[in-house]
């Protein structure tokens, strides 16, 4: 069986925030951001349980994908936070 899936416009904002937070946060290009999330449970977990999905927010599932992958968060040092 054949089945396609659409993301919604919110689905969408989503992930570009996930892709951001890898990028700003672990310091990953956006392509490789994107290749991160796509090989991440992110996709299918939007498409059983969105609500879940989007109640995590884009810092926590950056940071998932972050742990998953060994990934190292960048230094905050001369940084305004």
Request: glycine share 4%; charged share 30%; aromatic share 6%.
């Amino acid at each position: 069986m054949n089945m396609t899936w659409k993301l919604s416009q919110a689905d969408k904002w989503l992930l570009a925030e996930i892709a951001t937070e890898l990028e700003e946060r672990f310091g990953v290009s956006k392509l490789k951001a994107e290749k991160l999330i796509k090989k991440s449970n992110v996709l299918p977990m939007l498409m059983q349980r969105a609500d879940f999905v989007h109640h995590e927010g884009a810092e926590s599932w950056a940071d998932t994908i972050a742990m998953q992958n060994n990934l190292a968060r960048r230094s905050e040092e001369g940084m305004n936070v």
